[in-house]
């Protein structure tokens, strides 16, 4: 029982910022892992953040460590990615997913996806 609509998404020349935002709502929500991934045209969707229950550490992708972080704010309901430095690599949706228990870090271990968000970014 869970339901996530991202948002914040658009077009953004390369260098710039961008702040995703993932509203929840559900039972336990906050002791649910957290996750970004995104899908580029043509491409399989990709891990891009990772976040456990509130205090947890966090993980993220490679290409993204030192631009991107994930954080949360359990009395909002709201799972956050701040991207910073964007590159034209970084254009694709982006989706936030839920993950009731561990069952894996792949895109088939999460349970609950929302729609995505479009990042376009522009040379």
């Known amino acids: 029982q869970v339901q996530l609509v991202e948002s914040g998404g658009g077009l953004v020349q390369a260098g710039g910022s961008l702040r995703l935002s993932c509203a929840a709502s559900?039972?336990?929500?906050?002791?649910?892992?957290m996750g970004w991934f995104r899908q580029a045209p043509g491409k399989e969707r990709e891990f891009v953040a990772r976040?456990?229950?509130?205090?947890?550490?966090?993980s993220y992708a490679e290409s993204v460590k030192g631009r991107f972080t994930i954080s949360r704010d359990s009395t909002k309901n709201t799972v956050y990615l701040q991207m910073n430095s964007l590159k034209v690599d970084d254009t694709g949706v982006y989706y936030c997913?839920?993950?009731?228990?561990?069952?894996?870090?792949?895109?088939?271990?999460?349970?609950?996806w929302g729609q995505g968000t479009q990042v376009t970014v522009s040379s």
């Open positions: 559900g039972r336990t929500f906050s002791s649910y892992a």
């Open positions: 997913a839920a993950q009731v228990r561990y069952r894996g870090t792949s895109p088939d271990a999460y349970d609950y």
């Open positions: 976040i456990g229950w509130p205090g947890a550490s966090t």
